[in-house]
């Protein structure tokens, strides 16, 4: 599919405490996300939900 809205905003997201054994994804200390439009791959869509509340 090719985009033709370009998205001029995004954020990082970095988990600030936890371990691998602690989330079913494996999300652990220091693990770091790149948000722009969409969810960015390996994030959970139930953190999906609660990061929309706080845009």
Known sequence: MKKW???DWGFELT???GNADNCR???E???KF???YECP???CPRVMIELFTWC
């Open 5 to 7: 809205v370009v998205e």
């Open 15 to 17: 988990a600030i405490e």
């Open 25 to 27: 994804l494996g999300i």
């Open 29 to 31: 200390k220091d693990d």
């Open 34 to 36: 790149a948000f722009s």
């Open 41 to 43: 791959n390996g994030m």
